[in-house]
């Protein structure tokens, strides 16, 4: 079986470095607050590395699963690359941008090392249960030398298209997310105070064309609760959504949408803070307006 | 049974009132062109009526179903309103506009007569097989009386608040779908700029969380295929988006995602004309990336 | 000489009736803060009414300098139509809005008196030294009639067109000047983030072809001095930027910088407050992008 | 005198070149297309180089007046950055963007050349009549060695910061210009449709506070007249403006104005073509809304 290395033992990346020890991978596993490592180590059948470069040294495939793209090139100046060895593969699972992903993968291959981004979807359940979505970046042959390992975390694996395709879609599809929530949340607000209750009014709008996954389910769960758990930070659905503005931006699509989804995101993040989770960005239409969607 | 007037058989009205005429309430039917009055009642039972006047005229429940609240107040002023008899209640189903809905609201109550908005959603099909989402404005006990006509032709009948309510409800759906489908056209844009195939980009959102009605729904069946069927036009769906940009202006809530979705579905109207589908206006975004959704 | 009854007493109004007075028009005025209206009579040659209705009676022309078309509507509902006599002249020197100018254009016409909407320009400053711009909506005629009062506190005074015309340009003019305020403070803040000094910046801009009355005056001397005087409310700015707003809308031209000027005024008067001056809007931006602009 | 190496003779870049040359500094001129070299050799008193590198060896101060920083960066790999020789400067008046301006300076850095990115405004007259605006950015010490060369064309030298400050400078103005063309384009338009002549509002406009160059100056002269002189390419304003929404977004500035004004001028430019002029921007809204500026 290959070895692996897992770097970032987040609240996402934890569950999955869990699932790939438990499907039998001999494991090393490196975080930047050491405590975190020692503390998974002594809890699963894994080894705790005290630098990233340890944690690679004879990986056969490297998993990054950090905030940002910078931080995956941080960590590989930090001695990553350093340690990381010919013929093996860094599976990337951040949520990162194409254009740094296509930077460190140019980085990889004049060590002949191998790159696919990855990012995933489903969140902390999707990861402690194994049924992430997983979008890949990358040349074919790589993905299939490290789909043993994707799918010890992942059930729906796709092949996107080239290094930076999987952080292209996953980018989207935030946007997508940033996109829903607040138009949802301005439809809304202007039906509260038009005397409309949102209960009602989602009522429809879910047995009709303007539904989706955020008015089907983050509203009704989390808004009309006012319950706001914090499962997905704002401060990365604002990351996401600006990566996906980049992206139309270089590739000059005209998405004003787009565009102001990520603007939006940006000022919620800014209004509400770091530890805001991403659905709470409905606050600031509340606050704009004057009133809560009841 | 109630004496049932029909006033407007467009594409969605002459379904609904053949469901009445099917569900055996007495029935007078009334249509600009006459020629589509003439050939109802010839394959329903049914009466035509010359005037709008003469088809509301002894009746219990006058339905009007035309493309703007405008319509309908031309209508009024044409005669209706010197027909409709007192004690009567008009049930409007066009999907119009709550505040002048609301002045309708008034003239009629000055005569006497009930008014319920009640804007519908499924589209043909919908009518056809009596499974519309009916959304309901006025007070309970004008929707009461009415509720028996509108089970003829609805499925799910929901009572939004007053009068206006129900306008407001169906156009805030309208708007969300124009974003869904924008945006998510935005997105599709410019991945198959960067290199990724729409159909792969849906298969990901769609087990994601930016999956819409459009991306689960619209994008496979209608852009994916080049198909776009005509079954909802361009020019309905960009007055219904203006209806609730000026909902959330009136109301002084901001909206800048709907306010711009109202803006592009103006002047995607401008450039694919007055025939073309919702559903193409993804043709505008394509043109101005120079690249299309494959 | 003309007869005149000025109705509205604030920081525009009362030194344009005093001009009005000084140019030796009988003069009577109202305010429904009636000390106001004491006040002012018992500093210049003014007699103040305890009613609109009757500062109105006898008046040849009436002058209105309210906050918004629905306050002229409110003043007439409350007796001034019933006060003003066939054969007036009603000159409406509110920046108002078409529609509603309009619709009191019409029930003046019904009872033989004329309407002119008449927004000005120019500040306090302005009226007090009779060098307003008056921009007129109405008959030619009926302007005629008025312009000696108009000329008692204006400068410039242009016919725009038909009643509501006065109306438009005056909110378009307004449209842009929150436009050219906001625009330039993103400009500024995301140059100090960059370590451009704003004063710099200012010196090329004004310089160059983006310079607008909002960068060459309203920066340097009230947002680099950090002197925000408050001059003219952002919650009008507001107003006005709304009624340029429903203008495009209703004449169907598609216009998202306007749209989005609307809202962004809409949502700082929100975050400001009713009091705040609307060169002060840029400090929402500052908040988001935490900088400021220096 | 310094000897100097002119690299891009098109439209700005000849007379800045002319005057260079006027004043005395030995001259040596490249151009892609070599004729244009050759030709400007012939008329003026400076020798035409058969390479960028044959240019610059020798020179002491390189100026570049490319389209894009990636022009610069294509030229550097080319040739020229073996031939610029180390204690010499490069004088990029491109109109660029600071982040490649940053690495071009790093580049140029590590073999001791000295970097000023200094853009140009005031168009093809400012040029030959050596009035031209220059914003620079870069050490005091390197703008001091080049001001003489920059005195040949520019009147108005500011130091904007360190390098790409004079490009985002530069940028950020190109983007006002965009939002004030656009802006007052909607304007005009929505007048237009109302019944109000675009000069009569013009008048008022530029009489108030809603002014801007775009209204003073290039609307009387370039639209009213529909003489859309093609003076400076929409396709260059496009880049401009998307230059600046990029510092925006990166400096983390929600600017929704500014991103909006980018995509607006990428859409009108796929709309008009890349020959346009950058008013024409204005036929975008007229055909949107069915209605011309008049």
């Known amino acids: 079986m290959q070895k692996v290395a897992f770097v970032g033992l987040g609240s996402i990346g934890r569950p999955m470095a869990r699932r790939i020890a438990a499907a039998g991978f001999p494991l090393t596993v490196w975080n930047r607050t050491r405590e975190r490592a020692t503390a ?19 990986a056969d495939v490297v998993v990054t699963c950090l905030s940002t793209s910078l931080d995956v090139s941080d960590v590989l100046d930090a001695g990553l690359l350093d340690g990381i060895g010919a013929g093996s593969i860094l599976l990337d699972c951040t949520s990162g941008d194409p254009a740094t992903s296509r930077q460190i993968a140019e980085r990889l291959a004049a060590k002949q090392v191998g790159f696919v981004d990855a990012p995933v979807s489903g969140g902390v359940r999707g990861a402690e249960e194994g049924t992430l979505t997983v979008m890949c970046g990358g040349d074919a042959k790589d993905l299939d030398r490290v789909r043993p390992v994707i799918e010890a975390f992942g059930k729906k694996i796709v092949h996107c298209g080239p290094v930076g395709a999987g952080d292209a879609v ?11 929530i607040w138009g949802t ?13 949102a209960q009602v009014a989602l009522e429809v709008i879910n047995a009709s064309s303007g539904r989706s996954n955020a008015s089907m389910n983050l509203f009704p769960e989390r808004v009309l609760t006012r319950a706001f758990p914090r499962t997905f930070r704002l401060a990365l659905l604002d990351k996401d959504a600006r990566i996906a503005a980049q992206i139309a931006r270089d590739e000059r699509v005209p998405a004003p949408l787009t565009q102001l989804a990520a ?3 940006t000022l919620a993040r800014q209004e509400l803070g770091e530890d805001a989770d991403h659905v709470e960005a409905v606050k600031v239409i509340e606050k704009w307006a004057g009133a809560e969607i009841r």
């Open 40 to 58: 998974f180590a002594g809890e699963h059948k894994a080894r705790a590395a005290t630098t990233a470069a340890e944690a690679a040294s004879g």
């Open 170 to 180: 996953k980018a989207m599809n935030q946007a997508l997310l940033a996109l829903t």
């Open 185 to 197: 949340g301005e439809a809304l607000v202007a039906l509260a105070k038009s005397g409309v209750s």
């Open 263 to 265: 603007d939006l995101c």
